[in-house]
């Protein structure tokens, strides 16, 4: 008689081991979900961000290179009317 108690409370203490670990499990497999979306999240604002930078420097290389570009050219032409004297004006 014992025997068979011994026997049934080890396999309802095995039931209950059992529920545990799937709960358990699942509570991990909450907490990774979270810290992934959290890190897909913050990787997206990561490469947005870079992305921003990349275009407003972009942006500002081409404005750059326009000004130096005109500076340039103005200043050659300029050149020339001069150094045509009289006869460019």
Request: proline fraction near 1%; glycine fraction near 12%.
């Amino acid at each position: 008689m014992l025997g068979g108690l011994g026997k049934l409370a080890a396999e309802g203490l095995a039931h209950r081991t059992e529920k545990a670990t799937e709960e358990a499990v699942h509570a991990v497999e909450g907490v990774v979900k979270e810290v992934l979306e959290h890190a897909k999240e913050a990787g997206e604002k990561a490469v947005a961000d870079a992305l921003k930078k990349a275009q407003d420097s972009g942006e500002k290389v081409v404005k750059d290179v326009t000004a130096t570009v005109t500076e340039a050219v103005t200043g050659a032409v300029t050149h020339a009317v001069e150094g045509l004297g009289p006869r460019g004006q």
